[in-house]
């Protein structure tokens, strides 16, 4: 038995913040700190802050620009965070509302309607609150039946909850599972940190999974492989427990922490060897894949990949990039790569979706244009 890709949706925030902006507002807040501590960074007791350029974020990320949720707030070089409004127990949560319209997008080009999915898998790096389930929420938005839960594995939370919405179908589980990813990563970004301030953006994700082929969109699922590897190189410790611990839930280590250079020296081998190992499994040699769907992280690691994947540069068909425009927005990152560059697929063309990030965790997806 097989199962599909039958549709996926797409959420972006209407508010974006370009290179310039970002840069403008840091090192204002650079300059500020640096003159407020000007006599104990003179004696040695504080290191003085260093400024930040848009030459600098592109050359280390690729990253133009990204779409977030709050621009206001980031920018201000008193708060330095998104303003978000807190929602009401009886209102829609934010995370639930931008998976309930990407999830309206997946439906209509799946042709298929709410009432014929059988479970919703909710799959991000953050999950605004701990129960009841963003999942079960967008269930009840949407009028769905069956079940549904959350997730998370970081940045690879789209293919680990393909995998799982996949499993259930071939299990005859249920016939047709929604997997949505909601990323406010704005929310987690230290903005204050010079070496992180622009990495990540908002946006969600959907897709739609089913045993039937009935779309002309269809992409078959061949198959589905995870992997994870311990490493405190990529961290967030924010969690209910911040209290009982009479930790600061405000302090720096409460937000995103990365060791990128660790992680790009670690992550690359262990997705090339990840996805070769895949491949191999299905009897799939690398030049039968037309496109790679990668993680969008990190413009250089993302081409190193793909390098070590085809044995050459990889062109921009084989690779498409997508954080120049939204950054990485952690899970939802290789489904929006999927979602706009998958239209040119013609019958029994073949690609993979890779996600890959803190963990270390590692998913890829290959699929085949029916």
Not at 133 to 154: F, K, R, S, T
Not at 198 to 223: H, K, M, N, P
Not at 290 to 297: I, M
Request: aromatic share 8%.
């Amino acid at each position: 038995m097989s199962v599909f890709i039958s549709g996926t949706g797409l959420f972006t925030p209407k508010e974006y913040i370009t290179n310039e902006e970002l840069v403008e507002s840091f090192n204002s807040y650079v300059e500020s700190y640096n003159n407020e501590n000007q006599e104990s960074i003179s004696t040695g007791e504080m290191e003085a802050l260093v400024p930040s350029s848009s030459e600098f974020i592109k050359k280390a990320s690729g990253i133009e620009r990204r779409y977030v949720q709050d621009k206001a707030g980031i920018l201000d070089i008193s708060r330095m965070r998104p303003k978000l409004k807190e929602r009401k127990n009886d209102e829609l949560s934010i995370l639930a509302e931008m998976a309930v319209a990407a999830s309206k997008q997946a439906l209509d080009q799946a042709n298929t309607n709410a009432s014929e999915i059988d479970a919703v898998i909710c799959g991000c790096s953050n999950l605004q609150r701990a129960y009841p389930a963003i999942a079960i929420e967008v269930q009840q938005e949407l009028g769905i039946e069956g079940y549904a839960y959350d997730m998370n594995v970081a940045c690879s939370s789209a293919t680990f909850s393909i995998q799982n919405a996949f499993n259930d179908i071939k299990a005859g589980v249920a016939d047709k599972i929604l997997v949505v990813n909601p990323e406010i990563c704005s929310g987690h970004l230290n903005f204050r940190d010079r070496d992180a301030h622009f990495i990540f953006g908002d946006a969600c994700t959907a897709v739609i999974l089913e045993r039937q082929q009935d779309s002309s969109f269809s992409f078959e699922i061949l198959g589905t492989q995870l992997q994870t590897k311990f490493s405190n190189n990529i961290r967030n410790n924010f969690g209910f427990l911040n209290s009982p611990e009479d930790s600061d839930p405000n302090s720096s280590d409460k937000l995103f922490i990365q060791k990128g250079r660790s992680v790009f020296k670690e992550v690359v081998p262990i997705v090339q060897m990840h996805i070769s190992d895949h491949l191999n499994e299905l009897n799939l040699e690398i030049s039968e894949i037309k496109r790679l769907w990668l993680h969008q992280a990190n413009l250089s690691m993302n081409l190193l990949i793909a390098k070590k994947l085809l044995g050459r540069d990889p062109d921009e068909n084989e690779m498409p990039i997508i954080l120049n425009d939204y950054a990485n927005t952690s899970s939802a990152g290789s489904i929006i790569a999927f979602h706009q560059y998958k239209d040119d697929f013609k019958s029994d063309e073949k690609g993979v979706i890779s996600s890959f990030g803190a963990g270390y965790s590692v998913g890829s997806v290959i699929v085949r244009k029916v």
